[in-house]
């Protein structure tokens, strides 16, 4: 069986067992504060599990892109190293939602595998949670005895409470769980030392390849259980280990999920995979990163410095590392492997082909500066190795070899193989405790605790209606204080809200709830979004909990935030009908004083062509096209009436669309009733995020008119100055160019004032203590004087030139020396130190010509004599 087949056999087969086949949700988690990316497949369902909406279906399956690089769950070290590790892999999962349990679970696993795939019954195992007493559960015997059905009672193992007890993260819906493992050794290895030995044994032939969870319990704050009202079931299969099982291999990366890609690599850098250890490992490294990398980009997170980001970044750099160090990859290499994974994975993931250019670029210009990185990295990794030769050490220590990480994202066994090459060492023990000190920094700047929620009212779900009112009468369900960076916060869910959660880049509303009991009133600060739960930061706790509430918006943010809201989609719109059709959104910020739009498109927007885009939105603007508004339309007609799909975003089976004539967009946001409101837009920037993204920044309604107004009284002032002529830009031009003939003028004049001063100076000179002395007080420029000081040394011998000069208020000292008083240890830096302490300065420059300025034009002399004095005394 192709992988494609065994993907298509795992969704019919909980297809027919009444589950409903949902797409994946996004690798790129929005909305949830606590993950950055999709590691399990139950992730968007979190929202039935925790009981914060109804489930919508009962019975769920799918394939889900998964990548485990961050948080509790994160695999990265050991990709590349094992042969069963990934760090995006598939996950195939089938879910119940308060339906059926651990008999069903089990019972269509086992079907799925023995029957459906065939696989050897006799090398599979099963493992159930051991007993937890300090959680009060005791042992799965349900499920025991459950298997027993299907294995005997030595293939079934009690397993661990860390394998064996699944958890999201430290808080949430958890329950035990049972894991599938198998054994795929030689028969000759299985009779010496039984499977049941080597389960959960790090064995990589011997791999658990199933997980099915039974949630049960909700885990709190404070580490205690709590039973949940319905009982669940999550299951998660690794595809890849599956692929690897069903076509008889002994590594994920034998199967056709990757052998394409690693083929492609052998031929692009003329090696074989098998023949030499270091060469595979990266070869697994690099055929892995690739698919985490391209599925980032496909669902719209780019490489960058922080957060997600920065995790796709250092993904990146792991791949390009391994490729410069051990298949000898010096140009940008992992981009050209890109066309070979769209072809293996386009048809089941659409996304890939649709951005194939976009993603090819990205990497292409990320593999560039880190090659460039990594070169400079690798000479200052040199010349420190030089500097500790010389110095008789030959170990590097911890600091250099953080710095190395930090700046140069060298990790620590690169900086050990190339110190090991030079025969040096790396003090290891010394580099972990500046990593330990960069990473409590980091955890203490991100620290955030979280109360549990306290209930006061039971609600099913928290409504929205804030589209249609921005009051309502509202009722606390459920509180909790949040703790952020020392300051104590509360958060509050309200049964019916009008506030607009912050998503879909527009901004949270604020405004305040007032009790109808006791008139108090509470500032609402922002209202965010956590999975599908509006929840409204609040100043502090109402007095009287169970009160009914009068909640109100403020109408002016939520008006300009709207205003900028759909101004986003008319320039979106403009930019697809003025540039083409590849401009898609990559990125969006909705705030009520701006909007940003990021946009894939491959060159700078000229001057012209942002002109016609804010022409056409403004002409959009003007017709004044009412909103229409479709709330709950199947997810196709909302495409078939020209509504795109972005994405990286999520979406459900039916759909909002926001409509003003032909821009049709799928949006959650509020916008304004007719686009007149919005009044005028203005675009102030455009400019690069990364390769193939742009963005532009645009103001609306009165920001656009300040914006406006503040160019036109800028243009009347510039006007004014040059008399309200009837041709500004002429009377500009003209300007100029007169500027520019005076200039040359007076440089010309200044030499023939040099000139001839430097003729009557040299009537002028003293001898005293035997050095010629040459004094001058004058109102040149002093950078005329410095001129004259250099041209004075030139060729002379004995001389020591020192001029005062008052310009423009503003007294200046310069002093120069001929050569072979230089020589004789005179310095003009030093003197004229000293001697600009008369006129309240400070100066420098070098031993032979110096400058200074100061402050008191009235000590001029005197300064110029105690120069002399200086240099006579010396
Ligand atoms: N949530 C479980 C896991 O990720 C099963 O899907 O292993």
């Given at each position: 069986m192709t992988s494609k087949d065994i993907r298509i056999s795992f969704l019919r087969y909980f297809k027919e067992?009444?589950?409903?086949?949902?797409?994946?949700?996004?690798?790129?988690?929005?909305?949830?504060?606590?993950?950055?990316?999709?590691?399990a497949g139950m992730n968007q369902f979190k929202d039935w599990f925790l009981g914060n909406a109804p489930a919508q279906y009962k019975r769920v399956a799918d394939t889900q892109k998964c990548l485990r690089v961050s948080g509790k769950h994160n695999d990265l070290e050991e990709v590349g190293h094992d042969t069963y590790h990934h760090t995006m892999f598939e996950m195939l999962g089938n879910w119940s939602f308060g339906n059926y349990f651990k008999k069903e679970a089990i019972e269509w696993a086992w079907e799925y595998l023995t029957d459906v795939l065939k696989i050897d019954k006799n090398r599979l195992y099963a493992t159930v949670c051991e007993a937890s007493?300090?959680?009060?559960?005791?042992?799965?015997?349900?499920?025991?005895?459950?298997?027993?059905?299907?294995?005997?009672e030595d293939r079934i193992l009690v397993g661990k409470k860390k394998d064996n007890f699944w958890e999201m993260g430290d808080t949430g819906p958890c329950g035990p769980c049972s894991e599938i493992h198998y054994d795929s050794r030689s028969d000759e290895e299985r009779a010496k030392v039984p499977g049941r030995e080597r389960v959960n044994a790090d064995d990589p032939q011997v791999i658990e390849i199933w997980n099915l969870v039974f949630i049960q319990y909700n885990r709190k704050v404070s580490g205690e259980l709590e039973q949940l009202a319905a009982k669940h079931v999550d299951t998660g299969m690794g595809f890849e280990r599956l692929c690897r099982i069903v076509q008889g291999k002994t590594s994920n990366y034998d199967t056709d999920v990757f052998q394409p890609i690693i083929t492609k690599i052998g031929e692009l850098c003329g090696k074989r995979y098998g023949d030499d250890t270091s060469c595979d490992v990266a070869m697994r490294v690099v055929a892995d990163h690739l698919r985490a990398i391209s599925f980032s980009i496909a669902d719209g997170q780019l490489p960058s410095n922080v957060k997600a980001g920065y995790v796709i970044r250092r993904i990146l750099r792991r791949a390009v590392r391994y490729g410069y160090t051990f298949l000898g990859f010096n140009e940008p290499f992992i981009c050209r492997l890109v066309p070979t994974l769209t072809e293996q994975m386009g048809d089941a993931f659409p996304e890939l082909k649709a951005q194939q250019t976009l993603i090819e670029k990205v990497i292409r210009e990320e593999e560039q500066a880190f090659l460039r990185t990594l070169e400079?990295?690798?000479?200052?990794?040199?010349s420190i190795i030089e500097k500790l030769k010389k110095s008789g050490t030959n170990e590097i220590s911890g600091?250099?070899?953080?710095?190395?990480?930090d700046t140069f994202g060298f990790p620590i066994d690169l900086t050990e193989l190339i110190a090991r090459e030079k025969n040096f060492a790396v003090n290891n023990a010394d580099f972990e405790q500046e990593l330990e000190i960069q990473k409590n920094r980091s955890r203490n700047a991100a620290a955030k605790e979280e109360g549990d929620w306290t209930e006061v009212r039971k609600i099913e779900q928290s409504v929205f209606v804030g589209y249609d009112t921005t009051g309502s009468t509202s009722y606390l369900a459920r509180y909790r204080t949040v703790k952020t960076k020392g300051k104590e916060f509360i958060q509050v869910v309200l049964d019916e809200t009008p506030f607009y959660a912050e998503s879909g880049g527009q901004v949270g509303d604020c405004g305040t709830l007032r009790s109808q009991?006791?008139?108090?009133?509470?500032?609402?600060?922002?209202?965010?979004?956590?999975?599908?739960?509006?929840?409204?930061?609040?100043?502090?706790?109402?007095?009287?909990?169970?009160?009914?509430?009068?909640?109100?918006?403020?109408v002016e943010k939520r008006m300009a935030t709207a205003c900028n809201h759909t101004a986003t989609h008319l320039i979106h719109y403009a930019l697809r009908k003025v540039l083409g059709t590849h401009v898609e959104q990559k990125g969006s910020l909705v705030h009520a004083d701006y909007l940003r739009f990021d946009f894939s498109h491959f060159q700078k927007v000229t001057d012209e062509e942002l002109e016609q885009v804010e022409r056409l939105?403004?002409?959009?603007?003007?017709?004044?096209?009412?909103?229409?508004?479709?709330?709950?339309?199947?997810?196709?007609?909302?495409?078939?009436?020209?509504?795109?799909?972005?994405?990286?975003?999520?979406?459900?089976?039916?759909?909002?669309?926001?409509?003003?004539?032909?821009s049709v967009e799928l949006c959650g946001g509020t916008h304004v009733p007719a686009t007149g409101n919005i009044g005028v837009i203005k675009i102030v920037s455009e400019s690069a995020v990364g390769a193939g993204v742009r963005r532009i920044e645009a103001v609306t309604a009165d920001k656009a008119e300040e914006y406006l107004y503040d160019n036109i009284h800028l243009l009347k002032m510039v006007h004014e100055l040059f008399s309200n002529s009837p041709n500004l830009i002429q009377a500009i031009k003209k300007t100029i160019e007169e500027n520019g003939e005076f200039s040359k003028q007076i440089q010309l004049f200044m030499r023939e004032r040099i000139a001839s001063l430097k003729e009557r100076l040299k009537d002028e000179i003293e001898e005293i203590n035997g050095i010629q002395v040459i004094r001058l007080n004058t109102d040149v420029q002093a950078e005329a004087v410095k001129e004259l000081a250099t041209q004075m040394r030139t060729g002379s011998t004995n001389l020591l030139f020192v001029a005062g000069t008052i310009h423009a208020d503003k007294p200046n000292l310069v002093i120069s020396l001929s050569d072979d008083l230089v020589k004789k240890g005179l310095n003009a830096g030093a003197i004229v130190r000293e001697a600009a302490k008369e006129i309240g300065g400070s100066g420098g420059g070098q031993a032979f010509l110096a400058m200074a300025g100061g402050k008191q034009t009235d000590s001029l002399v005197k300064a110029i004599n105690k120069a002399v004095e200086i240099a006579t005394k010396m």
């Open positions: 067992k009444q589950h409903v086949i949902v797409p994946s949700s996004p690798m790129v988690v929005k909305n949830d504060p606590t993950l950055m990316f999709t590691n007493p300090e959680d009060g559960v005791e042992m799965d015997s349900e499920a025991f005895d459950i298997w027993k059905q299907y294995l005997p400079v990295g690798i000479r200052l990794l040199d600091k250099d070899a953080f710095q190395l990480y009991e006791n008139g108090e009133t509470i500032q609402v600060l922002n209202t965010i979004k956590e999975n599908n739960l509006s929840i409204h930061l609040v100043e502090k706790l109402p007095q009287q909990l169970t009160a009914p509430f009068t909640a109100t918006v403020d939105a403004n002409r959009l603007v003007r017709k004044n096209t009412t909103l229409t508004e479709f709330r709950n339309i199947p997810i196709a007609e909302a495409q078939q009436m020209g509504a795109m799909a972005l994405f990286g975003e999520k979406y459900g089976e039916t759909v909002r669309v926001i409509r003003f004539d032909d």
